[in-house]
């Protein structure tokens, strides 16, 4: 049994970290209560909110994950299956990087793990040691992909990065025993859905302006045709009885005439909570914003938090 806490083995943008007290708060009344819950992701990203769940709630008897990022699933299917060997791996990096030392060095290895990492022609092991790698030591850990599916951020300026946390490795592999991954589009997850089941959705979120927008994260873009068919999904969730909650930005909060979320959602619980957001290209939009809590249940833990007469 370790004793390092279980936590997001990648730095992510938008990771839920900050806002899980909050989230916490607005679960059902029943969610506590219910012997045996079935808890589903379909945007696992870097995974705060499901090593949070797992930990707080052992009533979780079967989770599943999913993500479109094929690079992010092997990394968790890794974690879960071969803990050790990521390990080795991840030292046998570290030590090289370390050992190079002069800042030129180092980004010339960190450029020729990325070219490997975009040939793709590579183990599972070294997929999710690269991803692990290049998350670690990129320009603020970010995850970007071109065109063409290939990881594009360049090289970051870090005194002493720990690319291998090896008690992190194994406490997630430990939670991960339980928890299904799937890689593909979000709407396959509905295939899991058994007994009392409740859904956490951390889509791409609709950018508030031109430089906040991260949908380059993979190649396939999340526009406002995909926000209305996750709606759609969502609905037909609800319809069938499932629990849902969803996270998105606040555009409204920005641009009081920019009602997409409102008039979508227009049938749910609209919650707007405080959330500190630390990356932007541009550092006059980081800080204190307001965010989407999306619920389709009435009965919760939390207080209502509405900024505005929707």
């Known amino acids: 049994m370790t004793r390092t806490k279980a936590k997001p083995f990648l730095k992510w943008a938008g990771g839920k970290t ?5 989230i916490d708060s607005f679960l059902p009344e029943t969610f506590r209560n219910e012997n045996e819950v079935t808890y589903i992701e379909p945007f696992v990203g870097g995974g705060a909110m499901l090593f949070y769940m797992l930990q707080k709630y052992p009533n979780i008897k079967k989770a599943v994950i999913n ?9 968790y299917s890794v974690i879960r299956d071969e803990p050790y060997s990521l390990v080795d791996k991840l030292n046998e990096i570290q030590i090289t990087f370390k050992t190079l030392a002069e800042y030129d060095k180092q980004k010339d290895l960190y450029l020729d793990i990325r070219s490997r990492f975009n040939q793709q022609h590579l183990t599972d092991v070294e997929e999710a040691a690269y991803m692990i ?9 970010l995850y970007r992909e071109n065109s063409k599916g290939g990881f594009n951020v360049p090289f970051g300026r870090y005194s002493n990065p720990t690319i291998c946390d090896e008690d992190l490795i194994l406490a997630d592999s430990e ?3 339980k928890v299904e991954i799937m890689n593909g589009d979000f709407s396959n997850t509905a295939e899991h859905i058994q007994g009392y089941t409740f859904f956490y959705f951390d889509p791409p979120y609709r950018p508030l302006d031109a430089t906040s927008s991260f949908n380059s994260y993979v190649k396939e873009s999340f526009d406002d045709n995909e926000q209305i068919r996750l709606k759609n999904f969502y609905s037909d969730l609800s319809d069938c009885g499932c629990y849902a909650m969803l996270s998105n930005s606040d555009c409204k909060g920005r641009n009081a005439e920019d009602d997409f979320f409102d008039r979508l959602y227009e049938a749910f619980f609209i919650e707007r909570v405080f959330a500190k957001r630390c990356i932007n290209a541009n550092a006059s939009q980081r800080g204190t914003l307001t965010e989407l809590l999306i619920r389709n249940y009435e009965n919760y833990q939390g207080e209502p938090t509405n900024l505005f007469n929707l």
């Open 133 to 141: 790698f290049l998350n670690r030591t990129c320009f603020n850990g």
């Open 67 to 75: 993500d479109i990022n094929p690079h992010l699933i092997k990394t």
């Open 175 to 177: 939670l991960l025993q």
């Open 18 to 22: 900050q806002l899980l007290p909050t």
